[in-house]
């Protein structure tokens, strides 16, 4: 198993700009989530879904949409690229969505926007 | 609303030192404990977690208990390698559906 693949690593992008950021899982896992990583600070909740068809916003969904129209693919996109976006992106599953569960992380996408 | 406090790093020590991270939280109900890795140029991975007070989390050597009386979830290593160092995340997820509320992360250095 691959586990949460993320792409791209790194991307640059200019206001204005949009973009998708792609996530895959193996793992067969209904509950999916995206979360950013602003430096010195932990994780903000971005959106999440609890399965194919179905999400809902987070803590920090403005510029951000998603949708999940398999299992394994949850991408997330960017339309209009703010540099107040630019952040480490990341990716995350797990099988049940129960307060007990351990979430699998993607590597990441490291996004600036200039 | 809920929400999780960590020391701040970064926390600087020499290999086989005693390590202590402390993590406190506020939940309105009774949530789970998390512990979480993340190692330079990847992703978090779970180090350790308890789901009810006085659980004891480890793996790898760390230790942490669920205190519901303190509110605190500290986390400890007899003796910390270089390999340790990462930057760890105290998160917590309340009861019922999983959205994990994290720690601002503390950055551990351990020297030769």
């Known amino acids: 198993n691959a586990g949460v693949t993320q792409t791209p690593k790194f991307r640059i992008l200019k206001i204005g700009q949009s973009m998708t950021l792609q996530c895959t899982q193996d793992m067969n896992h209904n509950y999916m989530y995206w979360y950013r990583q602003d430096p010195g600070m932990g994780l903000k909740l971005i959106y999440y879904s609890v399965g194919a068809g179905i999400t809902d916003k987070g803590e920090v969904p403005n510029g951000y949409n998603v949708s999940r129209s398999t299992t394994e693919d949850f991408p997330l996109r960017l339309e209009l690229a703010a540099p107040s976006q630019t952040s480490v992106y990341f990716c995350?599953?797990?099988?049940?969505?129960?307060?007990?569960?351990?979430?699998?992380f993607g590597p990441g996408t490291r996004l600036l926007v200039l | 609303g809920n929400s999780v406090t960590q020391m701040e790093g970064p926390v600087t020590l020499s290999e086989e030192a005693f390590l202590t991270i402390n993590c406190t939280y506020t939940?309105?109900?009774?949530?789970?404990l998390f512990w979480y890795v993340q190692y330079p140029g990847e992703g978090l991975q779970l180090l350790l977690k308890a789901t009810k007070a006085d659980d004891k989390g480890s793996n790898k050597g760390f230790e942490a208990t669920y205190r519901k009386e303190t509110t605190s979830f500290h986390l400890e290593k007899g003796s910390v390698q270089v390999s340790d160092s990462a930057v760890y995340f105290c998160?917590?997820?309340?009861?019922?559906?999983?959205?994990?509320?994290f720690g601002t992360g503390t950055r551990l250095l351990v020297s030769p």
């Open positions: 998160a917590l997820s309340d009861t019922g559906f999983q959205k994990l509320v």
């Open positions: 939940a309105t109900g009774y949530p789970s």
């Open positions: 995350a599953s797990t099988e049940t969505g129960t307060s007990k569960e351990t979430q699998y």
